[in-house]
């Protein structure tokens, strides 16, 4: 896309990305509509992944890795009717962007492959994404710092690691999160549902806030609600015993939320000693352990707050 407002860019093709790094950007633009694209590409690339353990072998293939869509530094687009395939990293990274909406998107890659988010917003106000199907081996949606005003609205997510906000506290000079609402959603099958994580040993003092997940429909997913202030994927960590984190979470609401649990422990609210998590509301929660070998059960670790009309398992909040 070139620097002009309010003109429309359509493709009806596929794309096939010929090298690790070729991508589709809109770099400082405004007003811009991006409709029927399918892009690809990612196969070969994924097949080199997917090697015991599920890892990149080279570091430097790892960096080499782009977002197939790319909105940087874009004010006022609407991104519609797409279908992403197989991306080698992000499939739609919006960054440092502004009044975005993202609509009637398919994003599919294999369920094993991690970092391959479907969208993912960092350091952008005002988006919108809704009415989406997604995927992926990595977060459906992921919210990053510097955000505020996202809206996600009728995803039907999986597989995939589920919708997120975080991780956060991974690089210095991170800000705030705030005004992050999701909604009318449905999760099949993820290893997670709704999450906020952020990093034990964050090296940003930020604030995740007014946070807000609700109707939303679990079938069969493992870990359907969780704050995870330990969050580690690394093989090396810290460990829970650490107390120097620095993320505050806080006024985080969990409404209507239903369906079944793939694990027993449907609601897991780790937060740090350093910084519990306070504000934290339970309502109408009613997501039960679909197994036959253990019970429904909830975690809440340095989590205040309260709960109310969820089934009494998960009432764990003081």
């Known amino acids: 896309m070139s620097r002009r407002r309010g003109f429309e860019h359509a493709v009806e093709r596929t794309i096939v990305a010929a090298s690790a790094r070729e991508k589709i950007s809109s770099t400082r633009s405004s007003g811009s509509v991006l409709t029927g694209v399918s892009s690809g590409g990612g196969a070969s690339v994924i097949a080199r992944r997917r090697l015991p353990g599920g890892f990149i072998t080279r570091a430097k293939d790892c960096k080499a890795m782009p977002n197939t869509l790319v909105l940087y530094y ?19 990274n919006i960054d440092k962007s502004k009044d975005i909406t993202v609509k009637d998107v398919t994003i599919t890659a294999p369920g094993d492959v991690e970092n391959t988010d479907g969208v993912h917003v960092g350091d952008s106000s005002n988006v919108t994404i809704t ?18 005003g996202v809206t996600v609205t009728g995803i039907t ?19 705030d999160v705030s005004d992050v609402t999701v909604r009318d959603c449905v999760l099949k099958g993820t290893t ?8 034990e040993d964050a090296e940003s003092v930020i604030t995740a806030s007014h946070l807000t997940f609700e109707n939303i429909r679990m079938e069969d997913v493992a870990n359907p609600i969780i704050i995870d202030q330990y969050y580690c994927p690394e093989k090396v960590c810290p460990g829970k015993k650490s107390s120097t984190s620095h993320v505050v979470v806080k006024d985080v609401v969990f409404r209507n939320i239903t369906g079944t649990s793939s694990t027993p422990e449907a ?7 350093n910084q519990p998590c306070s504000g934290v509301e339970l309502i109408d929660v009613k997501v039960e352990y679909a197994g036959k070998n253990n019970k429904t059960m909830a975690v809440c670790t340095n989590a205040k707050g309260f709960a109310k009309g969820s089934i009494e398992a998960l009432a764990c909040l003081a």
């Open 267 to 273: 609601v897991s609210l780790l937060c740090s000693e």
């Open 131 to 148: 009415n989406s199907t997604i995927g992926t081996g990595d977060d459906c949606v992921s919210v990053g710092s510097g955000t505020a």
């Open 192 to 199: 997670n549902g709704v999450r906020i994580k952020s990093y």
């Open 74 to 92: 874009v004010n006022t687009a609407t991104v519609s009717g797409i279908k992403l395939l197989n991306s080698k990293f992000f499939h739609i």
């Open 157 to 175: 997510c999986g597989p995939g690691q589920g919708i997120s906000v975080g991780c956060l506290g991974r690089y210095k000079d991170e800000k």
